[in-house]
């Protein structure tokens, strides 16, 4: 076989492993969505239901009625929100660190990052809520929040890191010959040039502290206190039965605020997400 149709056939099997795996990543979407859109009845029937040939908005208008959904879904904007900002900020400043100054530990530093993402989260569970009990932060949006950004850190750190050695310190030294100061050199040449790597770890931290739901179980007990992940499991004891279309409602509401920030940003976090496996 010619060098030429053996790149053709690698090529059509590439395309079909390609196809396999869109399909199999938005098949599970797409099942929501169409679930969401269909009783109950039909959910459990033996026939499966490709599409919502059933149609009704009963599941939507049930989960929207349910007095829990706005106050879950301020406290996770709360909790997501402060996670975002803070973890970005912390993980700016210590990938700037670590990658532009030399310091007395800072290869442990380092390395002490890489060992922290290898410990499972639930491990701590005890240790955390103990620690929060003694503060009096459970039931708060803060004690959640520091719980989160203490998760994302070491990755927002590592990635960060990355983007910050892919850009030569000498562009910041050609700026400031020109005539900019230390400080303006880095806002108007380093920094857009991170904006890549800031909205690929953003992405992370959000996702993340959106869809977190075993810390957020054992730290906000409180029904006022829920996070959606949280208001989602509460919803199902109180109808007392698994109605599974009702589920897929709730869930499809929960995933559009992630549907739409990805939306905004996946141009950016593509290339971000790629620069950042290369230089990392």
């Excluded at 459990?44 to 239901?49: D, L, R, V």
């Excluded at 989160?148 to 030569?168: E, K, S």
């Excluded at 810390?215 to 509460?234: H, K």
């Excluded at 950016?268 to 620069?275: C, Y």
Aim: charged share 10%; net charge positive.
């Amino acid at each position: 076989m010619t060098a030429r149709p053996r790149s053709a056939v690698s090529r059509v099997f590439l395309n079909i492993a390609a196809i396999v795996v869109i399909v199999a990543s938005l098949f599970p979407v797409y099942w929501m969505v169409n679930s969401s859109f269909l009783p109950n009845s039909a959910l459990q029937s033996t026939a499966p239901h490709w599409w919502p040939d059933e149609f009704t908005l009963k599941n939507y208008q049930a989960a929207f009625g349910d007095d829990g959904l706005v106050t879950s879904l301020l406290n996770s904007m709360a909790v997501t929100g402060l996670t975002l900002v803070a973890a970005l900020v912390f993980a700016f400043l210590a990938a700037i660190a670590v990658s532009r100054y030399r310091f007395r530990s800072r290869t442990s530093f380092i390395i002490a990052i890489l060992v922290i993402q290898m410990i499972p989260a639930e491990a701590m569970i005890v240790s955390v809520f103990r620690l929060l009990d003694g503060w009096y932060l459970l039931n708060t949006i803060i004690g959640l929040s520091f719980v989160y950004i203490a998760l994302v850190l070491p990755f927002t750190i590592w990635t960060l890191r990355g983007f910050v050695n892919g850009v030569p310190a000498d562009l910041e030294e050609a700026a400031m010959i020109d005539g900019c100061s230390r400080t303006g050199a880095f806002w108007r040449i380093t920094f857009p040039l991170l904006a890549p790597g800031l909205i690929a770890t953003g992405v992370f931290a959000f996702i993340q502290a959106w869809n977190e739901f075993v810390f957020a179980l054992v730290i906000m007990t409180r029904p006022e206190s829920m996070t959606l992940p949280i208001w989602l499991r509460a919803f199902v004891q109180a109808t007392k039965a698994t109605d599974w279309a009702l589920i897929m409602a709730a869930s499809t509401i929960m995933a559009v605020p992630v549907i739409v920030f990805f939306l905004i940003v996946q141009h950016r976090m593509t290339s971000g997400l790629v620069s950042g496996a290369v230089k990392g």
